[in-house]
């Protein structure tokens, strides 16, 4: 059997397209009650695991800023040297560092934060391709999930603001789920930093251009986003904020 390419023209071995055909056709197949219950509930306990070990961990870390962007960023690239100084900055000011414990972005994060000594969070998760913990993480500090909704709380709940840097799909899903909870008032307000005027301009453009112009949001809404460009415009944008409600991080 040979390989075959899909749209992207990426190769796909005939085994990886056995088993994704086998996930499809799994998907659609009927269940009886023992199923449902011997695998599902047993799910339940495995989300709940997953929740109370990030509660507990995570309850003591202090005020911290999450830093989002790619796992597919090498370390001699600008955005992966901006991120760390980002970090290192953050530390400075007193805030540690929370990332999703991965390589690229996320290394540079916690590499930043370590080595200005501060507190270097890792929050993992098993991944098929990509994903694997960074040295830089402080041992008592990496938790890895299987659920991706599980991961998601825990940087909302724990974070005092999001450091966005390029990066994809996941990247963008972190930020659109914080955009949705603060619009909808689900949870309060904190800063959303962008980092990269040119990388992120045209997602801005189409919010203005096509998200407000067909009233799907408010043009209020453009606030809850800051864009910059610079590792200490970023760091200013939370300093601002807090300082706007006589808080510090070393509280």
């Excluded at 056709?25 to 009886?32: G, L, N, P, S, W």
């Excluded at 999001?162 to 659109?176: A, C, L, W």
């Amino acid at each position: 059997m040979k390989a075959k390419k899909n749209k992207t023209d990426k190769i796909i071995l005939p085994e990886q397209a056995f088993e994704e055909e086998q996930k499809i056709r799994k998907a659609f197949e009927d269940k009886d009650w023992a199923e449902i219950k011997s695998s599902d509930s047993w799910v339940i306990f495995k989300v709940m695991s997953e929740f109370v070990e990030g509660f507990e961990k995570l309850a003591k870390i202090g005020p911290c800023v999450t830093i989002f962007g790619s796992a597919r960023i090498k370390s001699t690239h600008p955005y992966y040297k901006m991120a760390e100084k980002i970090a290192y900055k953050l530390v400075q000011h007193g805030y540690g560092v929370v990332t999703g414990g991965g390589p690229g972005i996320m290394e540079a994060g916690n590499k930043g934060a370590k080595r200005a000594g501060g507190k270097s969070v890792g929050l993992n998760i098993f991944l098929p391709f990509e994903q694997k913990g960074n040295p830089y993480i402080d041992s008592d500090k990496l938790i890895t999930f299987d659920y991706f909704f599980v991961r998601k709380v825990m940087f909302v709940k724990y974070s005092q603001g999001f450091i966005v840097m390029p990066g994809g799909f996941g990247t963008m899903d972190e930020v659109m789920e914080a955009l949705t909870l603060i619009q909808t008032k689900k949870i309060g307000r904190f800063p959303i930093v962008m980092v990269g005027k040119e990388f992120w301009g045209g997602v801005m453009d189409w919010f203005r251009k096509t998200l407000v112009a067909e009233k799907m949001i408010n043009e209020k809404d453009l606030e809850l986003v800051n864009l910059v460009d610079t590792p200490e415009e970023a760091v200013r944008v939370i300093d601002d904020f807090y300082s706007k409600y006589l808080l510090s991080p070393n509280f």
